[in-house]
């Protein structure tokens, strides 16, 4: 049951950066190829002009990545947080003598809630990433 739950909220995971990165990011990776292609064609410039004006085309994507990374690893840290407390939980019961065959169905239905609950976080989540995103090509 737990893994079910995990399953589905990798999948809606996956979704929500896939449709991300459809929408939002290969556009801005698009931009910053045809920028930095407009920097190697200025044939006054230096190497170092060069070499920031590609950085500077750079920056937005660097800032998207940023932004979905540090969203991404503040729900795994969530949902990791979640999945402790029910481990806490099974091993507090286990050793308050609690039989193992309980505790076990016990885990799963925490686990499993964990996994609801956070697969309700997906939407939100996504919707301020790709608030943030947008407010970067803006």
């Known amino acids: 049951m737990a ?8 999948a809606a995971v996956e ?3 896939q449709g991300l990165e459809r929408e939002r990011i290969r556009g801005m990776q698009g931009a910053m190829f045809r920028c930095s292609a407009r920097c190697c064609e200025d044939s ?6 060069v070499q920031r004006c590609i950085e500077r085309c ?7 990545q940023a932004i979905v990374t540090a969203e991404l690893e503040h729900f795994q840290d969530r949902l990791s947080r979640c999945t402790l407390h ?14 193992e065959a309980r505790v076990r169905g016990q885990l799963d239905a ?12 997906v939407p939100a989540m996504a919707k301020k990433m790709k608030d943030s995103l947008a407010a970067l090509q803006q």
């Open 58 to 64: 750079h920056a937005p994507l660097a800032q998207a």
């Open 3 to 10: 893994e079910a739950a995990q399953g589905r909220v990798q």
């Open 86 to 99: 029910c481990n806490d939980k099974a091993k507090d019961a286990l050793e308050a003598g609690g039989a």
């Open 110 to 121: 925490c686990l499993a809630a964990c996994g609801d609950d956070h697969l309700r976080l």
């Open 44 to 49: 006054t410039a230096t190497m170092q002009q």
């Open 15 to 17: 979704s929500a950066v």
